[in-house]
């Protein structure tokens, strides 16, 4: 099989576009809760924007990333006001507002709104992400936030660390990247997006994933057809990212290691995790079917292919395969 | 003097430290000498009788055909009722090799044991011989009860027959305790076994709790009734008095009497001794106007077999990852593999474990799985729960059974959209820690990637011949099955199908011995993972027969 020609029919199955309702159900979504900060913190909160991957241009329609940045002013929770107490107020306004219709939930950075489905069965999720300026109205300036650390995150402490990042920084950073080698860099990143996704709660963040995928590219020589791009990515993922050195460096502060994002085992497991993949498809191409699937809600069937076999004209169903 | 006892002779006298006090010769069965062992750190040899049986250098039924013995070293520990030092060499067939091990043996015990006096870190029980009583040999299974003795309680016993067998030449029963009661019949401790255990018919008996053990050196247990004078009050022997006139009806029937003694702070040890009623080893006696019992001293004490059958020592050689252990474990669909996966859980110490299954054991399904012909046609998760509470006396099935195998089946394939219904059944499905799914039903592995299950799901079928093992472990469960199966990745045979008579739908071929191979290969990568704490991946286990047998773990 042509392994780079099923890569390109994964990513154009997973187009955002082609989800354009449910697309637009989110960006409703987010513009309410975006203006529902504003009401509540007035003054006291920077215009909340979206950081996700839909921001970066990298997203894929199986999972939507809107992660709303709310960046409050320093004296938004008083003058002595700690980070912790940003986030607790900022969940417990968001519980309040949001507990009839959606479930919501303190994460590691973030607060989790995952709305019960509507008629359509859709679900929205939006992840709101309290940061705080450095100093009283420096945001405009400089736009850095403080992030509190509600639980463990990687090698981050729980509740004993504040995350200083730019967030439009990490943004551009991505984005512009990835417009400069679409062809290279979007795609591989939206591919180890899909392959996230068929590992359910994977403790890899994407935007580890954008990042590395970026580094590598940076240190390494990725050329050829998609999948030898994508397997040299994987390649460098299996070889560097459990080495002592390894670092990603978070584009909004270059003192933030993304690499600490993980633990040492979740780092082993990651490499172990590109190791497999590619043994398995190095042994069948066809495996490569099972860590990047196509979005079967969008799969184009091959119109001159009988699904079945045929014996003297009559279908024949396909046997079962599989016993117990 | 044959050439065996010269050889004996030559050895024994070429070893170091070693001399001949009396030259070994041939006596009616086997070769006696006596021998003299030099230690460094010893005032004078220790001196031992030493015989030889036929058999040397082999051991004979795991046991050394040479015997080292010296009636002075009786308090010493790992000495055996007879005086002979328990020892275990290194074979080998080779007499004067042999000899060598053997005496470097003794040598060791006296540095170990008679010089520097060790004391193993594991409890020594006392030594009980076996004897029969009226010509059976009985046999007493406890557990561990949530109940503190206190020294010298007495009162009731309840216990159940398991089995009559054969114990080498005689017949043996064996039994279980089932609860204690206080002098005054209030329930003290109910002990905990599977279902099946508890409702067997019950029998009685009585206990005694000492406290310490009954034995003079903590090595042999009394022989004689009049080791206990000092031991049983007076109340007690009331009490044993008391039973017996009260049942003169059961005379000569047997009655154990538990006999239960601390070996650590928190352990407690029983031991048995069978009374038969009318017959028991005590006497009145009018002392100071006063009628007393009295233990008739002369008695030798009849001692049954106990055994020790908590959690920790049934399982105590060897049992799966705690995941499994203490987890709640679901196994959906319970043939071939499933119940082969039941069984390895439930030997490997696994107690909460449930069954759904629709289906009914048939005669030619006993040949691959885990179900006995004796049973004959019987819903396969009552024939299944059967056979696991005849293994495991601590296994507990919650829920499962046909109805509810029915109910599980219906709901969860005709209620998907309805969210409350889907809602209730994730809750069920989530009190479980550990889900295998070994149906093979690809309607129900896909019906279950649509449920939010927070449990760890292991989808586990297998290929014709059992060529290969599939394991899926992931969210994309569904579609790791499907890619495998699909024909373009696993090889197998789709043709050489087993069609059953009758209208029915074709199986795949393979014995118990294949796919048991696959199955056992498959548990013992997912108890690894978990030893290991890290996360389970999809995973295939691939057979090849083509030259030499070979396995394959793919994890992917």
Known sequence: MDKSLHLDTVIKTHQITKEKDLLDKHVQKKNEVKEALEKEYGSNVYAPFNSGSYAKNTAINTKFDFDLVSPFKRNAFGSNGTLKEMYEAVYDFLYNKYKNDAEVRKQKVSIGLEFYADSDGDKIKIDVVPGRELNQEQYKDDENLNLYVYYKYGNIAADSERIKTNVQSQISNIKDRADKEKDSIRKIIRLLKVWKNTKGNYPTKSFFLELVTIKAFDNSDITGNLWDKLKAVMEYIKDNVTNDGFTLKDPGNSSNDLADTLTDSEKQQLANDMKNMLDRIEENDENIKTYFPENPKFKEEDKNKNKYSTNGGMPVPPPKLNFG | ????????????????????????????????????????????????????????????????????????????????????????????????????????????????????KDTDTHYEHLIV???????????????????????????????????????????INSNIVQKFYDRNRKILADVKWNFQLKSLPIGGGLFIFLKDAPSNNQRWIFDNWNEFETLLPQDFLKFLHS?????????????????????????????????EIGNFPIYGEKVNQQWLTMIDGNRTIDWAMTRNCSYKYFFGRGRLNEKLTNGKILIIGIGAIGS???????????????????????????????????????????????????????????????????????????????????????????????????????????????????????????????????????QNRYEFICTQFNGSVLKFDIDDLHNPTGCWNPTFKASYNDINTLVQSTIKHINLRFEQNKALRNFVVETDDTDCFTIKLKEF
């Open chain 2, 1 to 116: 003097m044959n050439d065996r006892v010269t050889e004996i002779n030559t050895v024994i006298e070429s070893i170091p430290d070693v001399k001949l006090i009396k030259p070994f010769e041939q006596g009616k069965f086997d070769i006696e000498g006596c021998i003299s062992v030099f230690v460094e750190g010893l005032e004078q040899a220790l001196n031992f009788d030493v015989s030889i049986s036929p058999q040397y250098p082999f051991k004979s039924h795991d046991t050394e055909t040479i015997k080292f013995s010296n009636d002075d070293l009786l308090e010493y520990k790992h000495i055996m009722g007879n005086g002979s030092i328990c020892i275990h060499t290194a074979q080998s067939p080779l007499l004067s090799e042999k000899l060598g091990y053997d005496i470097a043996s003794v040598k060791a015990w006296i540095k170990k044991y008679y010089i520097n």
């Open chain 2, 129 to 171: 011989s076996e004897k029969a009583f009226k010509g059976n040999h009985f046999a007493f299974f406890f557990n561990e009860v949530e109940y503190t003795f206190s020294k010298n309680q007495y009162g009731f016993v309840d216990y159940s027959t398991l089995s009559n067998g054969v114990f080498y030449k005689d017949k």
């Open chain 2, 243 to 275: 039973i017996e006139k009260n049942a003169t009806k059961e005379k000569g029937k047997q009655l154990p009497l538990f006999v239960g003694y601390n070996i650590t702070d928190t352990e407690i040890h029983w031991q048995v001794i069978m009374l």
């Open chain 2, 340 to 474: 082969i996966v039941a069984k390895t859980l439930v030997r490997s110490g696994c107690t909460k474990v449930d069954f759904i299954d629709y289906d009914i054991k048939e005669p030619e399904n006993v040949c691959r799985s885990e179900y006995s012909f004796f049973t004959g046609i019987t819903n396969k998760t009552n024939d299944l729960i059967n056979e696991m509470c005849l293994i495991s006396p601590f296994f507990e099935p919650t829920n499962g059974g046909y109805d509810y195998s029915e109910a599980f089946d219906f709901f969860l394939k005709s209620h998907l959209t309805d969210t409350t219904i889907k809602t209730e059944i994730e809750k069920r499905l989530n009190e479980y820690d550990v889900i295998f799914d070994c149906s093979a039903d690809n309607d129900l592995l896909y019906v279950l990637s649509q449920l939010k299950i927070n449990s760890t799901l292991l989808n586990l079928s297998i290929s014709n011949h059992a060529k290969q093992l599939v394991c899926a472990t992931e």
